[in-house]
């Protein structure tokens, strides 16, 4: 382990030799640079030594697949997991420089959309820090999801081009290229033994680089990998003269297409668009993971590939990887001589399909069309998947007959890829027991009930490493102080907590870390967006992307409520409250972006009413990302999770800011439901219809939004306010969101929840004003939110899932 001394004394060394300059006159961008090239020296060894252990120990590895890995910056919690980060800043304090300005230089590695992105980056931290054999797979996006910047209240998208400068902790394998074909036909032989042979010819050829990120473990020594795939041009291509004219322009209308597959994340995590780039860009990953983890497996084992599935575990995150299925199958057959009942029994125990989202408009269907001609090969066999999928059901399940078009994975011309990786896998996993209970019982019923065992729930979690003791060390210290250490390796621990609950000083202790937060972040909004906010407000927090289903709309509609209160009764007594947003819009999505053109809007009324006297504030903070999350999650009083019941998968922004001490207002949706029944029903504002209230609304079409729209007072003047009223002007209206929801029917139930919303946050009101009781609450959430580490979710996965075990290192330096 470095000292302090020899930490400084490398890290002069490193600034000298990179930039020929003494430390004093390095800007912070050079010291980045070499604080993390000394990082990744220490990690260097043990990464090797991680690859040696599993190679020697043959045990089972996972492959974690996933079109996002949104990991943020790495700088600060690689220096956390590797035992470094006080050695640090005790050494840039002492050359006088703040650790904070340092790790600001990182881009954030903005390769995801959201939740789903970001679930993948805590679960390689908690893969690493558990020790397992578990890797991520990705796409290396030369742009990244864009940057956002607000111009007259309109989101504008600017391409986030994050490779600008050398990023640190790649390692480019380029002798570890593959090849991945696309297009052309496919020829037919029949062998002597009767077998058939399938040869493609005419493709298009990609070359996939891997560039290598390393994932170290907590106070560990273990070093996994995050392989990101970058698709480049093939090193000399022989087919360039082709046999005909056509065949010339069609291979340099590819060479020039080719770097597009690795070019930029799609932005739209909501509206499936069957884009032919997107589903290169699926293709892409797939084949090049598996054929890595075939030559691995037959480079490792002495084993035959018949055998693969005892020794390899692949995890699909969504259905974006979803051709995992057709590609395990033609490499195993056409590659590796399998048989087909062979191929399908690997690869129906090898596959293992999360699903993240019952919207119907985000479900994947990709037309036969498309691709036929992308992938001609891979739709064969995904037909003959269906073939013989449809005809099991017909002669094995004659009562599902009729249920064929709903279940096929062909159907109406297009490829059902929920279907497929249903079919083609050993698990199928929700991730909040809602929503596995949702797919159970309705989304996927059908299947459920011809694959009774091949459902079940892992809630998601989040690494308490990150979310609590890397963004939020004073509160890490405090709990630390109260219950010792162990919680950090033991997240479950912090319920130790608990015996506090009655401990004034230790509540008081809470409130004041809280406080310091919140000041930091006052400054921080004061910096970014000019206003200034009352640090003893309630701090009501709603980040998230937006959707109309998160319902960022309720929460401006209470917003616009108590600033109607306020005008009509000025001196009334209400708890100074900050709203703050985040959220970035998918570029096409209108709705979304109408919103935040009304958050702006509302902000620029109620920031400046005189009437209000500084009582409410509205911040929208620009550019959400990982680190911004950073900075606004300690600081929050109340987290907002106030989706459309049932419609929230899990959630994981929850889970975040009740670890970090805030109190949930929410619906029974996602994991709020299990965050309600750990801490009890006084500890968690819970409002709203629940998810069989509003599945019955819409099945008995009982609901009519107009008619609260006439009979709410309170509704029908901010709607109208809406419509042309004081939230409307010449050159701004929001007419668009009022028709919206009235010709509509309200599909989100914004009008129907609103009552009961506004009641509960007069709860919060009156809460808040009682520090003690508040803190009280604050702490039973830090308390139980151990359930929510990562940690916990990775250890039912390996149980579960992948029949993993930890891996013990026999080497000394591990
Ligand atoms: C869908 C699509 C479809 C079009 C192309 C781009 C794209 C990108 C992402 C998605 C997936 C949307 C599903 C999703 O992000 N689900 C979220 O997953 C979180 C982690 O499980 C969960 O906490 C959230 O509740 C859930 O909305």
């Not at 062998?191 to 996939?208: H, I, K, Q």
């Not at 690795?262 to 090049?288: H, I, T």
């Not at 004073?474 to 319920?495: F, M, Y």
């Not at 604050?778 to 075990?805: C, M, P, Q």
Request: hydrophobic residues 35%.
């Amino acid at each position: 382990m470095l000292t302090i001394e020899a930490f400084e004394h490398k890290l002069k060394e490193k600034v000298k030799q990179a930039r020929g300059v003494d430390i004093a006159g390095a800007a912070d961008k050079d010291i980045y640079y070499a604080v993390a090239a000394i990082v990744q020296e220490n990690m260097h060894e043990n990464w090797h030594e991680t690859k040696k252990a599993y190679e020697d120990q043959q045990e089972r590895q996972v492959y974690y697949v996933s079109m996002e890995f949104l990991i943020g910056r790495l700088l600060e919690s690689n220096l956390l997991n590797c035992g470094l980060r006080d050695v640090c800043h005790e050494a840039l304090h002492r050359l006088g420089r703040s650790p904070e300005d340092i790790y600001a230089e990182e881009h954030d590695a903005g390769l995801g959309n959201g939740g789903l992105g970001r679930l993948a980056a805590c679960f390689l931290d908690s893969m690493a820090s558990l020790q397992y054999a578990g890797h991520g797979s990705g796409i290396r996006y030369r742009y990244g999801l864009f940057e956002q910047r607000i111009i007259h209240g309109n989101q504008v998208e600017l391409p986030d081009y994050w490779l600008k400068e050398t990023y640190p902790w790649e390692t480019r394998k380029a002798d570890e290229a593959l090849t991945i074909h696309f297009g052309g036909e496919v020829d037919m032989h029949t062998r002597a033994d009767g077998t058939l042979e399938f040869s493609p010819r005419n493709t298009d050829e990609v070359r996939a680089v891997p560039y290598d990120v390393p994932v170290a473990g907590y106070d560990n020594n273990v070093v996994n990998t995050l392989r990101l795939w970058s698709a480049e041009l093939p090193p000399e291509d022989s087919h360039l003269l082709g046999d005909s004219e056509s065949r010339y322009y069609h291979h340099l209308d590819h060479m020039h297409s080719i770097e597009q597959i690795s070019g930029f994340l799609y932005p739209d995590d909501s509206n499936y668009e069957g884009k032919e780039l997107r589903l290169k860009q699926q293709y892409f990953l797939v084949s090049a993971t598996l054929q890595q983890i075939i030559g691995d497996f037959k480079r490792v084992h002495d084993l035959p590939l018949k055998q693969m599935h005892q020794k390899i575990c692949v995890q699909i995150n969504d259905t974006h990887p979803s051709l995992a299925v057709p590609e395990l199958m033609r490499l195993l057959m056409d590659q590796e001589g399998l048989n087909w009942d062979d191929a399908w029994h690997v690869t129906r125990h090898t596959i293992a399909y999360t699903n993240h989202t019952t919207l119907s408009e985000a479900l994947e269907k990709w037309p036969v069309d498309m691709i036929k001609h992308v992938l001609p090969r891979s739709f064969m066999i995904i037909n003959e998947i269906n073939e013989r999928f449809c005809q099991g059901l017909w002669f094995d399940h004659p009562e599902l007959r009729d249920k064929i078009p709903e279940l096929a994975v062909i159907a109406d011309d297009q490829v059902h890829m929920a279907r497929l990786a249903i079919v083609g896998s050993f698990s199928v996993n929700g991730v909040a027991q809602l929503h596995t209970d949702i797919l159970k019982k309705s989304e996927m019923k059908d299947f459920h009930e011809l694959y009774p065992g091949k459902f079940n729930n892992k809630t998601n979690g989040i690494t308490h490493r990150r979310w609590l003791l890397q963004v939020n060390t004073e509160l890490a210290d405090t709990i630390s102080d109260a219950i010792g250490p162990q919680w950090i390796q033991q997240p479950s621990k912090l319920a130790g907590l608990l015996r506090y609950t009655n401990d004034n000083a230790f509540l008081q202790k809470l409130d004041q870390v809280k406080r310091n937060n919140k000041a930091k972040m006052t400054d921080i909004i004061q910096k970014q967006t000019g206003i200034s906010v009352d640090p003893d407000s309630i701090f009501d927090v709603q980040i998230k992307r937006l959707h109309e289903y998160k319902r960022q709309l309720l929460n401006v509609f209470h917003v616009i409520y108590l600033y109607n209160e306020i005008k009509d009764n000025p001196a009334m007594d209400i708890t100074p409250r900050t709203f703050i947003f985040a959220a970035k819009a998918a570029p096409g999505y209108y709705m979304a972006k109408e919103i935040i053109k009304l958050i702006h809007h509302v902000a620029s009324v109620v920031n400046h009413d005189k009437d209000v006297k500084g009582r409410l504030k509205l911040i929208f903070m620009e550019n959400y990302n990982v680190s911004l999350a950073e900075s606004i999650i300690p600081a929050a009083d109340l987290s907002e999770q106030i989706s459309t019941a049932g419609k929230e998968a899990s959630g994981t922004g929850n889970m975040k800011m009740m670890m970090n001490g805030a109190l949930t207002v929410g619906t029974m949706d996602g994991a709020n439901v299990e965050i309600h029944d750990l801490v009890g029903r006084d500890n968690i504002f819970i409002f709203g219809l629940s998810s069989s209230e509003i599945q019955q609304y819409r099945d008995e079409g009982s609901y009519n939004a107009k008619e609260i729209y006439h009979a709410d007072d309170r509704v029908r003047r901010i709607m109208d306010q809406l419509n042309g009223g004081d939230f409307g002007s010449q050159e701004i209206e929001f007419k668009d969101i009022f028709y919206h929801i009235l010709s509509h029917n309200d599909p989100y139930f914004v009008l129907k929840d609103f009552e009961d919303y506004i009641v509960t946050q007069e709860h919060v009101d009156s809460t808040f004003r009682i520090r003690e009781k508040w803190q009280q609450k604050a702490l039973v959430n830090i308390a139980y939110s151990g359930k929510f580490s990562s940690d916990r979710t990775i250890h039912e996965y390996a149980a579960d899932i992948w029949n993993i075990a930890p891996v013990r290192f026999s080497t000394p330096s591990l």
